[in-house]
């Protein structure tokens, strides 16, 4: 999609430039000049300027931010699995940065969410109007952050990422390879989005954003087929070689049991290069 009107000139932060954030900006440089905010500036994508801050330590990011900022979109991961550590990533970090940012008058906000602020458990489909009432304290943490950005004062978007998979994140498939993964049957409903899909529909809404369309406040991104766990399993074990399920292999997942919806996303214009995960672990399998 093209950006006019001098869309070289747009200046587009990411914040939290690691995995997702990372291929997220090497997307937009293309057509905009892309700032990467981590704490290793050195470790952002070629073609984007890196940025060396701590976003959960305020004093540094003194001076540090560019000025005249069209997008910023925030995208950070907890460095502790505990609760300061969601609390420092979702709320904190964002809190700081938005201080930093001072009288900057952004164009849009983007806020990298999580299907986990639900904790719908009866197989029910869910989409961007469901009740959100998190079950565990990661979620409540994340809720927290989605509020901070969309009372942040700027045109504000959450994006609600189901679970991530691709060629960086194969833990799922290692462990049904290596016999440590047996759901019971019939497992909970599962939700996912190839990596390369997550960071498509973000840059996705960035443009639309940087066009002039008007957004909604929240979008799912999550592929078009949400499927039992042992489907998945099942499906898996007839397409590679794997090893006998361990006695102590997992029996299920993480995240109740629900179906996420990606209407929204889709009538965007959105398109998915993984649209189920039959595509996205087919292609990870013929990689190898």
Known sequence: MAITEGSKARRILVAGCGKLGGTIATLLTASATVYGLRRNPDRVPDGV??????????????????????????????????????????????????????????????????????????????????????A????????????????????????????????????????????????TKPAPFSNRIHEEDAADAAAHLVKLALSGATLETCYLASDCEPVRLDEVVDWVRQQTPCAEPQPDARKGGRAGSKRCNNKRLLSTGFQFRYPDFRAGYRAMIDQG
Not at 93 to 115: D, I, R, W
Not at 139 to 159: D, F, M
């Open 49 to 134: 300027e890196g940025i060396g801050a701590d976003l959960t330590r305020p004093e540094t990011l003194t001076g540090k931010l560019p000025e005249g900022l069209d997008i910023v979109i925030y995208c950070l991961t907890p460095s502790s699995y505990d609760q300061q550590g969601y609390r420092d990533a979702y709320v904190t970090g964002l809190a700081n940065l938005l201080e930093a940012l001072g009288g900057q008058s952004l164009k849009h906000l983007f806020f990298v969410s999580s299907s986990s602020v639900y904790s719908q458990d009866d197989d029910s489909w869910v989409d961007e109007s469901s009740p959100t009432k998190p």
């Open 136 to 183: 565990r304290f990661s979620g409540e943490q994340v809720l927290a952050g989605e509020q901070t950005a969309l009372e942040s004062g700027h045109p504000a978007t959450i994006i609600r990422y189901s679970g991530i998979y691709g060629p960086s994140r194969r833990r799922f498939l290692e462990e049904v390879q290596e016999g440590r993964m047996n759901p």
